[in-house]
Nanobody, 126 residues
Framework: QVELVESGGGLVQPGDSLRLSCALS????????IAWFRQVPGKEREGVAA????????YYLGSLKDRFPITRDNAKNTVYLQMNSLKIEDTAVYYC???????????????????WGQGTQVTVSP
């Protein structure tokens, strides 16, 4: 069982940028597809971006592809979500999650991911 720890959240203003990090321990990151999800109170958790383990392909919630690039550094066992041009509606708790080793993935779906971090709060406010 892998452990995931998110960091990098905080309070920012509209238009600012943040970079979230997801550190994986207990195994080699290179084997795992990783995704970012977000959730606001009263709403379902939604997939934001995902990156595969086998070919490095990335998948996004359509509207976020240009603003929230996802990358991975297998040497550091860390996946990043660069969040640019932040909007008030991006406010949420952001979670990273790992799918089964070398699983085939696409646009992130909750049911494909079995290991989760504790989440990091991102608040965008004037």
């Amino acid at each position: 069982q892998v452990e995931l720890v998110e960091s990098g959240g905080g309070l920012v203003q509209p238009g600012d940028s943040l970079r979230l990090s997801c550190a994986l321990s207990g195994s080699a990151l290179a084997d795992y597809p990783i995704a970012w999800f977000r959730q606001v109170p009263g709403k379902e958790r939604e997939g934001v971006a995902a990156i595969s383990s086998t070919d490095g392909n990335t998948y996004y919630l359509g509207s976020l592809k240009d603003r929230f690039p996802i990358t991975r550094d297998n040497a550091k066992n860390t996946v990043y979500l660069q969040m640019n041009s932040l909007k008030i509606e991006d406010t949420a708790v952001y979670y990273c999650a790992a799918a089964a080793p070398r699983a085939r993935i696409g646009i992130p779906r909750l049911r494909d991911y079995g290991s989760w971090g504790q989440g990091t709060q991102v608040t965008v406010s004037p």
